[in-house]
Structure formats: structure tokens, C-alpha cells
């Protein structure tokens, strides 16, 4: 089943990026779950991630911060939802640590999922917003391109993990 | 260990309401769980809960309508994060179905605990908030009361049951 159907996404408030990447899910979830590891390639250069936390579980921490080319500092607080691991993670910046309740409506819930596929992995990446002009502000910014241009950075630095 | 040390509470931030009740927590969990069940102790007479959803899944929805004394309806929609079977039960209205983020500020994060207690049960209630304000805003509210007089209404309830 297509995630999308699985998902029950709505067009009007949902993003989705699906891929299939030539490198193993077990890496990928590596990339993602390794402090030390995501800041190596979560933001589209020149864009850098220069802090990551990451208190793997349901309740626990997800914090990142992202600085502009300009050297302005973005940190994000975010919250794990489900955590199975290799296979789904999922994170809000609706909640902070602790599933406390964030001072700020959420931009967004983020749904990572992972399928084996061949000696490679089936990305998936579901955004859902709690209004349409927060799906719109999403895509706007350069949900497709952003995310794509992380995915990219991240198999490349998957391969210099294999190699 | 008290559940206030466990959860690491922050007094500027969060409530909690113990008490000791000669139920066993099996029924407490199904008066929490089963809608029918909830429409008749949940909100401290003269207020009603008039309709009650439960998706008993993290992730899935709680949503439940409060009637004033003078009629006029209150919709409250949550979403459960954890669900451990008479133990623990975790939800929030920060996230609405499917995780999706409200749109508005969520209230508060809250988590019901039960623990076996000789032939009753040792009953937590925890409300954590956004901010000091939340947590100021909530206990003028009543929630002491509040949340107390509906444990009676609760405990009352399921001798009902018992019979």
C-alpha cells in the first residue's frame, strides 16, 4: 500500500516526498537518529545545521538548529511521537520535550517511514499542518526542493559511512 | 517513587491530583476508556459531557462534548499519545487526530496513571501546560476541584458497576 493511502493524506493540509535511495534503511535510519550524524546533511547547503539533540523515544527531544548563510541561528524543539526503529519516526514541534504542549500553534507533525527495497530503501516523508496556509507556507519555503536536496545530502553522506 | 518525582514535575508549570480509591484499576481504566462510561462522570455536576469519541491508539482521537449548566456546548478534541492498558494514559490538546497540530495553542498534556493499591487504586492525575499562565489559568478554572469532584462522580460510577 502507497503511504499516501495508508496515510489517509489530505492534498489540502499534507506534503509527501517518496523516493527510492540506493543505500540501506538501516544507514538511513542511522543518518537520521545520530546527533553527530544529522548535522552532517539536514539543511540545504549553504544553509548548516549546527546543534542536534536527540533523546530517542516517544516524549523525548528532538532539537536542531539550523543557521542561514547570513549566520542567523533557527533552533527547533520538537517532541518523538513513535519511534520504531529503521522503520518510522515520527516528531511534532507541537510538543516539546516531555509531550509539554509548545507556547505556539505547531507548524507541523513529520512522519519518516522506511521500506526495505532491493539492497535500497523506499523513502517516504509525510508533512501534515494544522491549516491549509500552513501546508501553502510549507510549500513555499521549498517543502520538494528542501527536503529532496537534505534526502541528496544524506545519501552521499550514507556512502562515505559504507565505504 | 511518587509520580511527581518521576515525571519531574515543574511546580510553576504543572498540576497533579492523587488519591487513593477503594476501586480496582481495571474499572477506573474502563470508565476512562469506554465513551458510554465517560458521558456519566466526566465533568463535575451541573455540567454534562453529552458525547464522547475514543480512538484508544496513539493517535487516535479523544474527543468529547461539555454542556453548561446554561446549555451551551464546549467541544474539547485530543489526541492520545500513549495507551498502556490499565496503567497509563497520555493525551493532548495540542494534536488532533492522526497527530495533526491543532490550530490554536494546546492547553495541556495530560496523564493518567493508575496503580494497584491493596484492592483499590492509587489514581494520578497529571496536567502539564505551555505556560505559567496555562497552569495559573487551569487551576482557577477549579482543577483540583474540578478534576476531584469528577474522580467522585468516577468512583461512584463504577460501584455501579460492581453491584
Not at 40 to 55: E, G, N, R, S
Not at 152 to 158: N, S
Request: charged residues 25%; hydrophobic residues 40%; glycine residues 8%.
Amino acid at each position: 500500500m502507497m503511504a499516501s493511502t495508508k496515510y489517509n493524506l489530505d492534498p489540502g493540509l499534507d506534503l509527501i516526498l517518496e523516493r527510492v535511495i540506493d543505500v540501506p534503511r538501516e544507514l538511513v535510519w542511522k543518518a537520521w537518529t545520530t546527533p553527530e550524524y544529522v548535522t552532517k546533511w539536514f539543511t540545504p547547503a549553504p544553509w548548516q545545521t549546527v546543534d542536534c539533540k536527540i533523546d530517542l523515544r516517544p516524549g523525548g527531544l528532538f532539537y536542531t538548529v539550523m543557521r542561514s548563510p547570513e549566520g542567523e541561528d533557527y533552533p527547533n524543539i520538537g517532541c518523538f511521537l513513535e519511534v520504531v526503529e529503521n522503520e518510522k519516526l515520527v516528531w511534532t514541534d507541537a510538543l516539546q520535550e516531555g509531550y509539554r504542549p509548545a507556547d505556539k500553534v505547531g507548524f507541523m507533525t513529520a512522519f519518516l517511514l522506511l521500506e526495505p527495497h532491493g539492497s535500497g530503501t523506499k523513502y517516504t516523508a509525510i508533512a501534515i499542518h494544522p491549516t491549509e496556509a500552513g501546508r501553502k507556507q510549507h510549500e513555499e519555503m521549498g517543502f520538494h526542493e528542501g527536503w529532496g536536496t537534505a534526502l541528496d545530502q544524506l545519501v552521499a553522506f550514507v556512502k562515505t559511512l559504507e565505504a
